[in-house]
């Protein structure tokens, strides 16, 4: 069973970057799915990027897309989600999630890291 660790959130201000990083634990990590969610106050958890065991395919939420980059490293257990230009909007909480099916359904993802928090001032 993967366990999941996330990192890198913080107080940036709008225009900003930050990257995230997600830690997993286990010798499985290379063939999950894994994705980043984000749940702001008050709202629903939506998805915000995926990528694919390989590396290579990827997709994004609208609100995200240009401005986000997802990655991962199998090497090191490791995936990324690179955020540039920043927006007051972006603000929540950040989830790391593994799942066997490649999906922007939350549902599909069934090991959940405990979230960093990204705060965007203006």
């Known amino acids: 069973q993967v366990q999941l660790v996330e990192s890198g959130g913080g107080l940036v201000q709008a225009g900003g970057s930050l990257r995230l990083s997600c830690a997993a634990s286990?010798?499985?990590?290379?063939?999950?799915?894994m994705a980043w969610f984000r749940q702001a106050p008050g709202k629903e958890r939506e998805f915000v990027a995926r990528i694919h065991w390989d590396g290579i395919s990827t997709n994004y939420a609208d609100s995200v897309k240009g401005r986000f980059t997802i990655s991962r490293d199998n090497a090191k257990n490791t995936v990324y989600l690179y955020m540039n230009s920043l927006k007051v909007d972006d603000t929540a909480a950040y989830y790391c999630?593994?799942?066997?099916?490649?999906?922007?359904?939350?549902?599909?993802?069934?090991?959940w890291g405990q979230g960093t928090q990204v705060t965007v001032s203006s």
């Open positions: 286990g010798r499985t990590f290379s063939s999950y799915v």
């Open positions: 999630a593994a799942g066997r099916l490649s999906s922007t359904s939350r549902r599909q993802y069934g090991i």
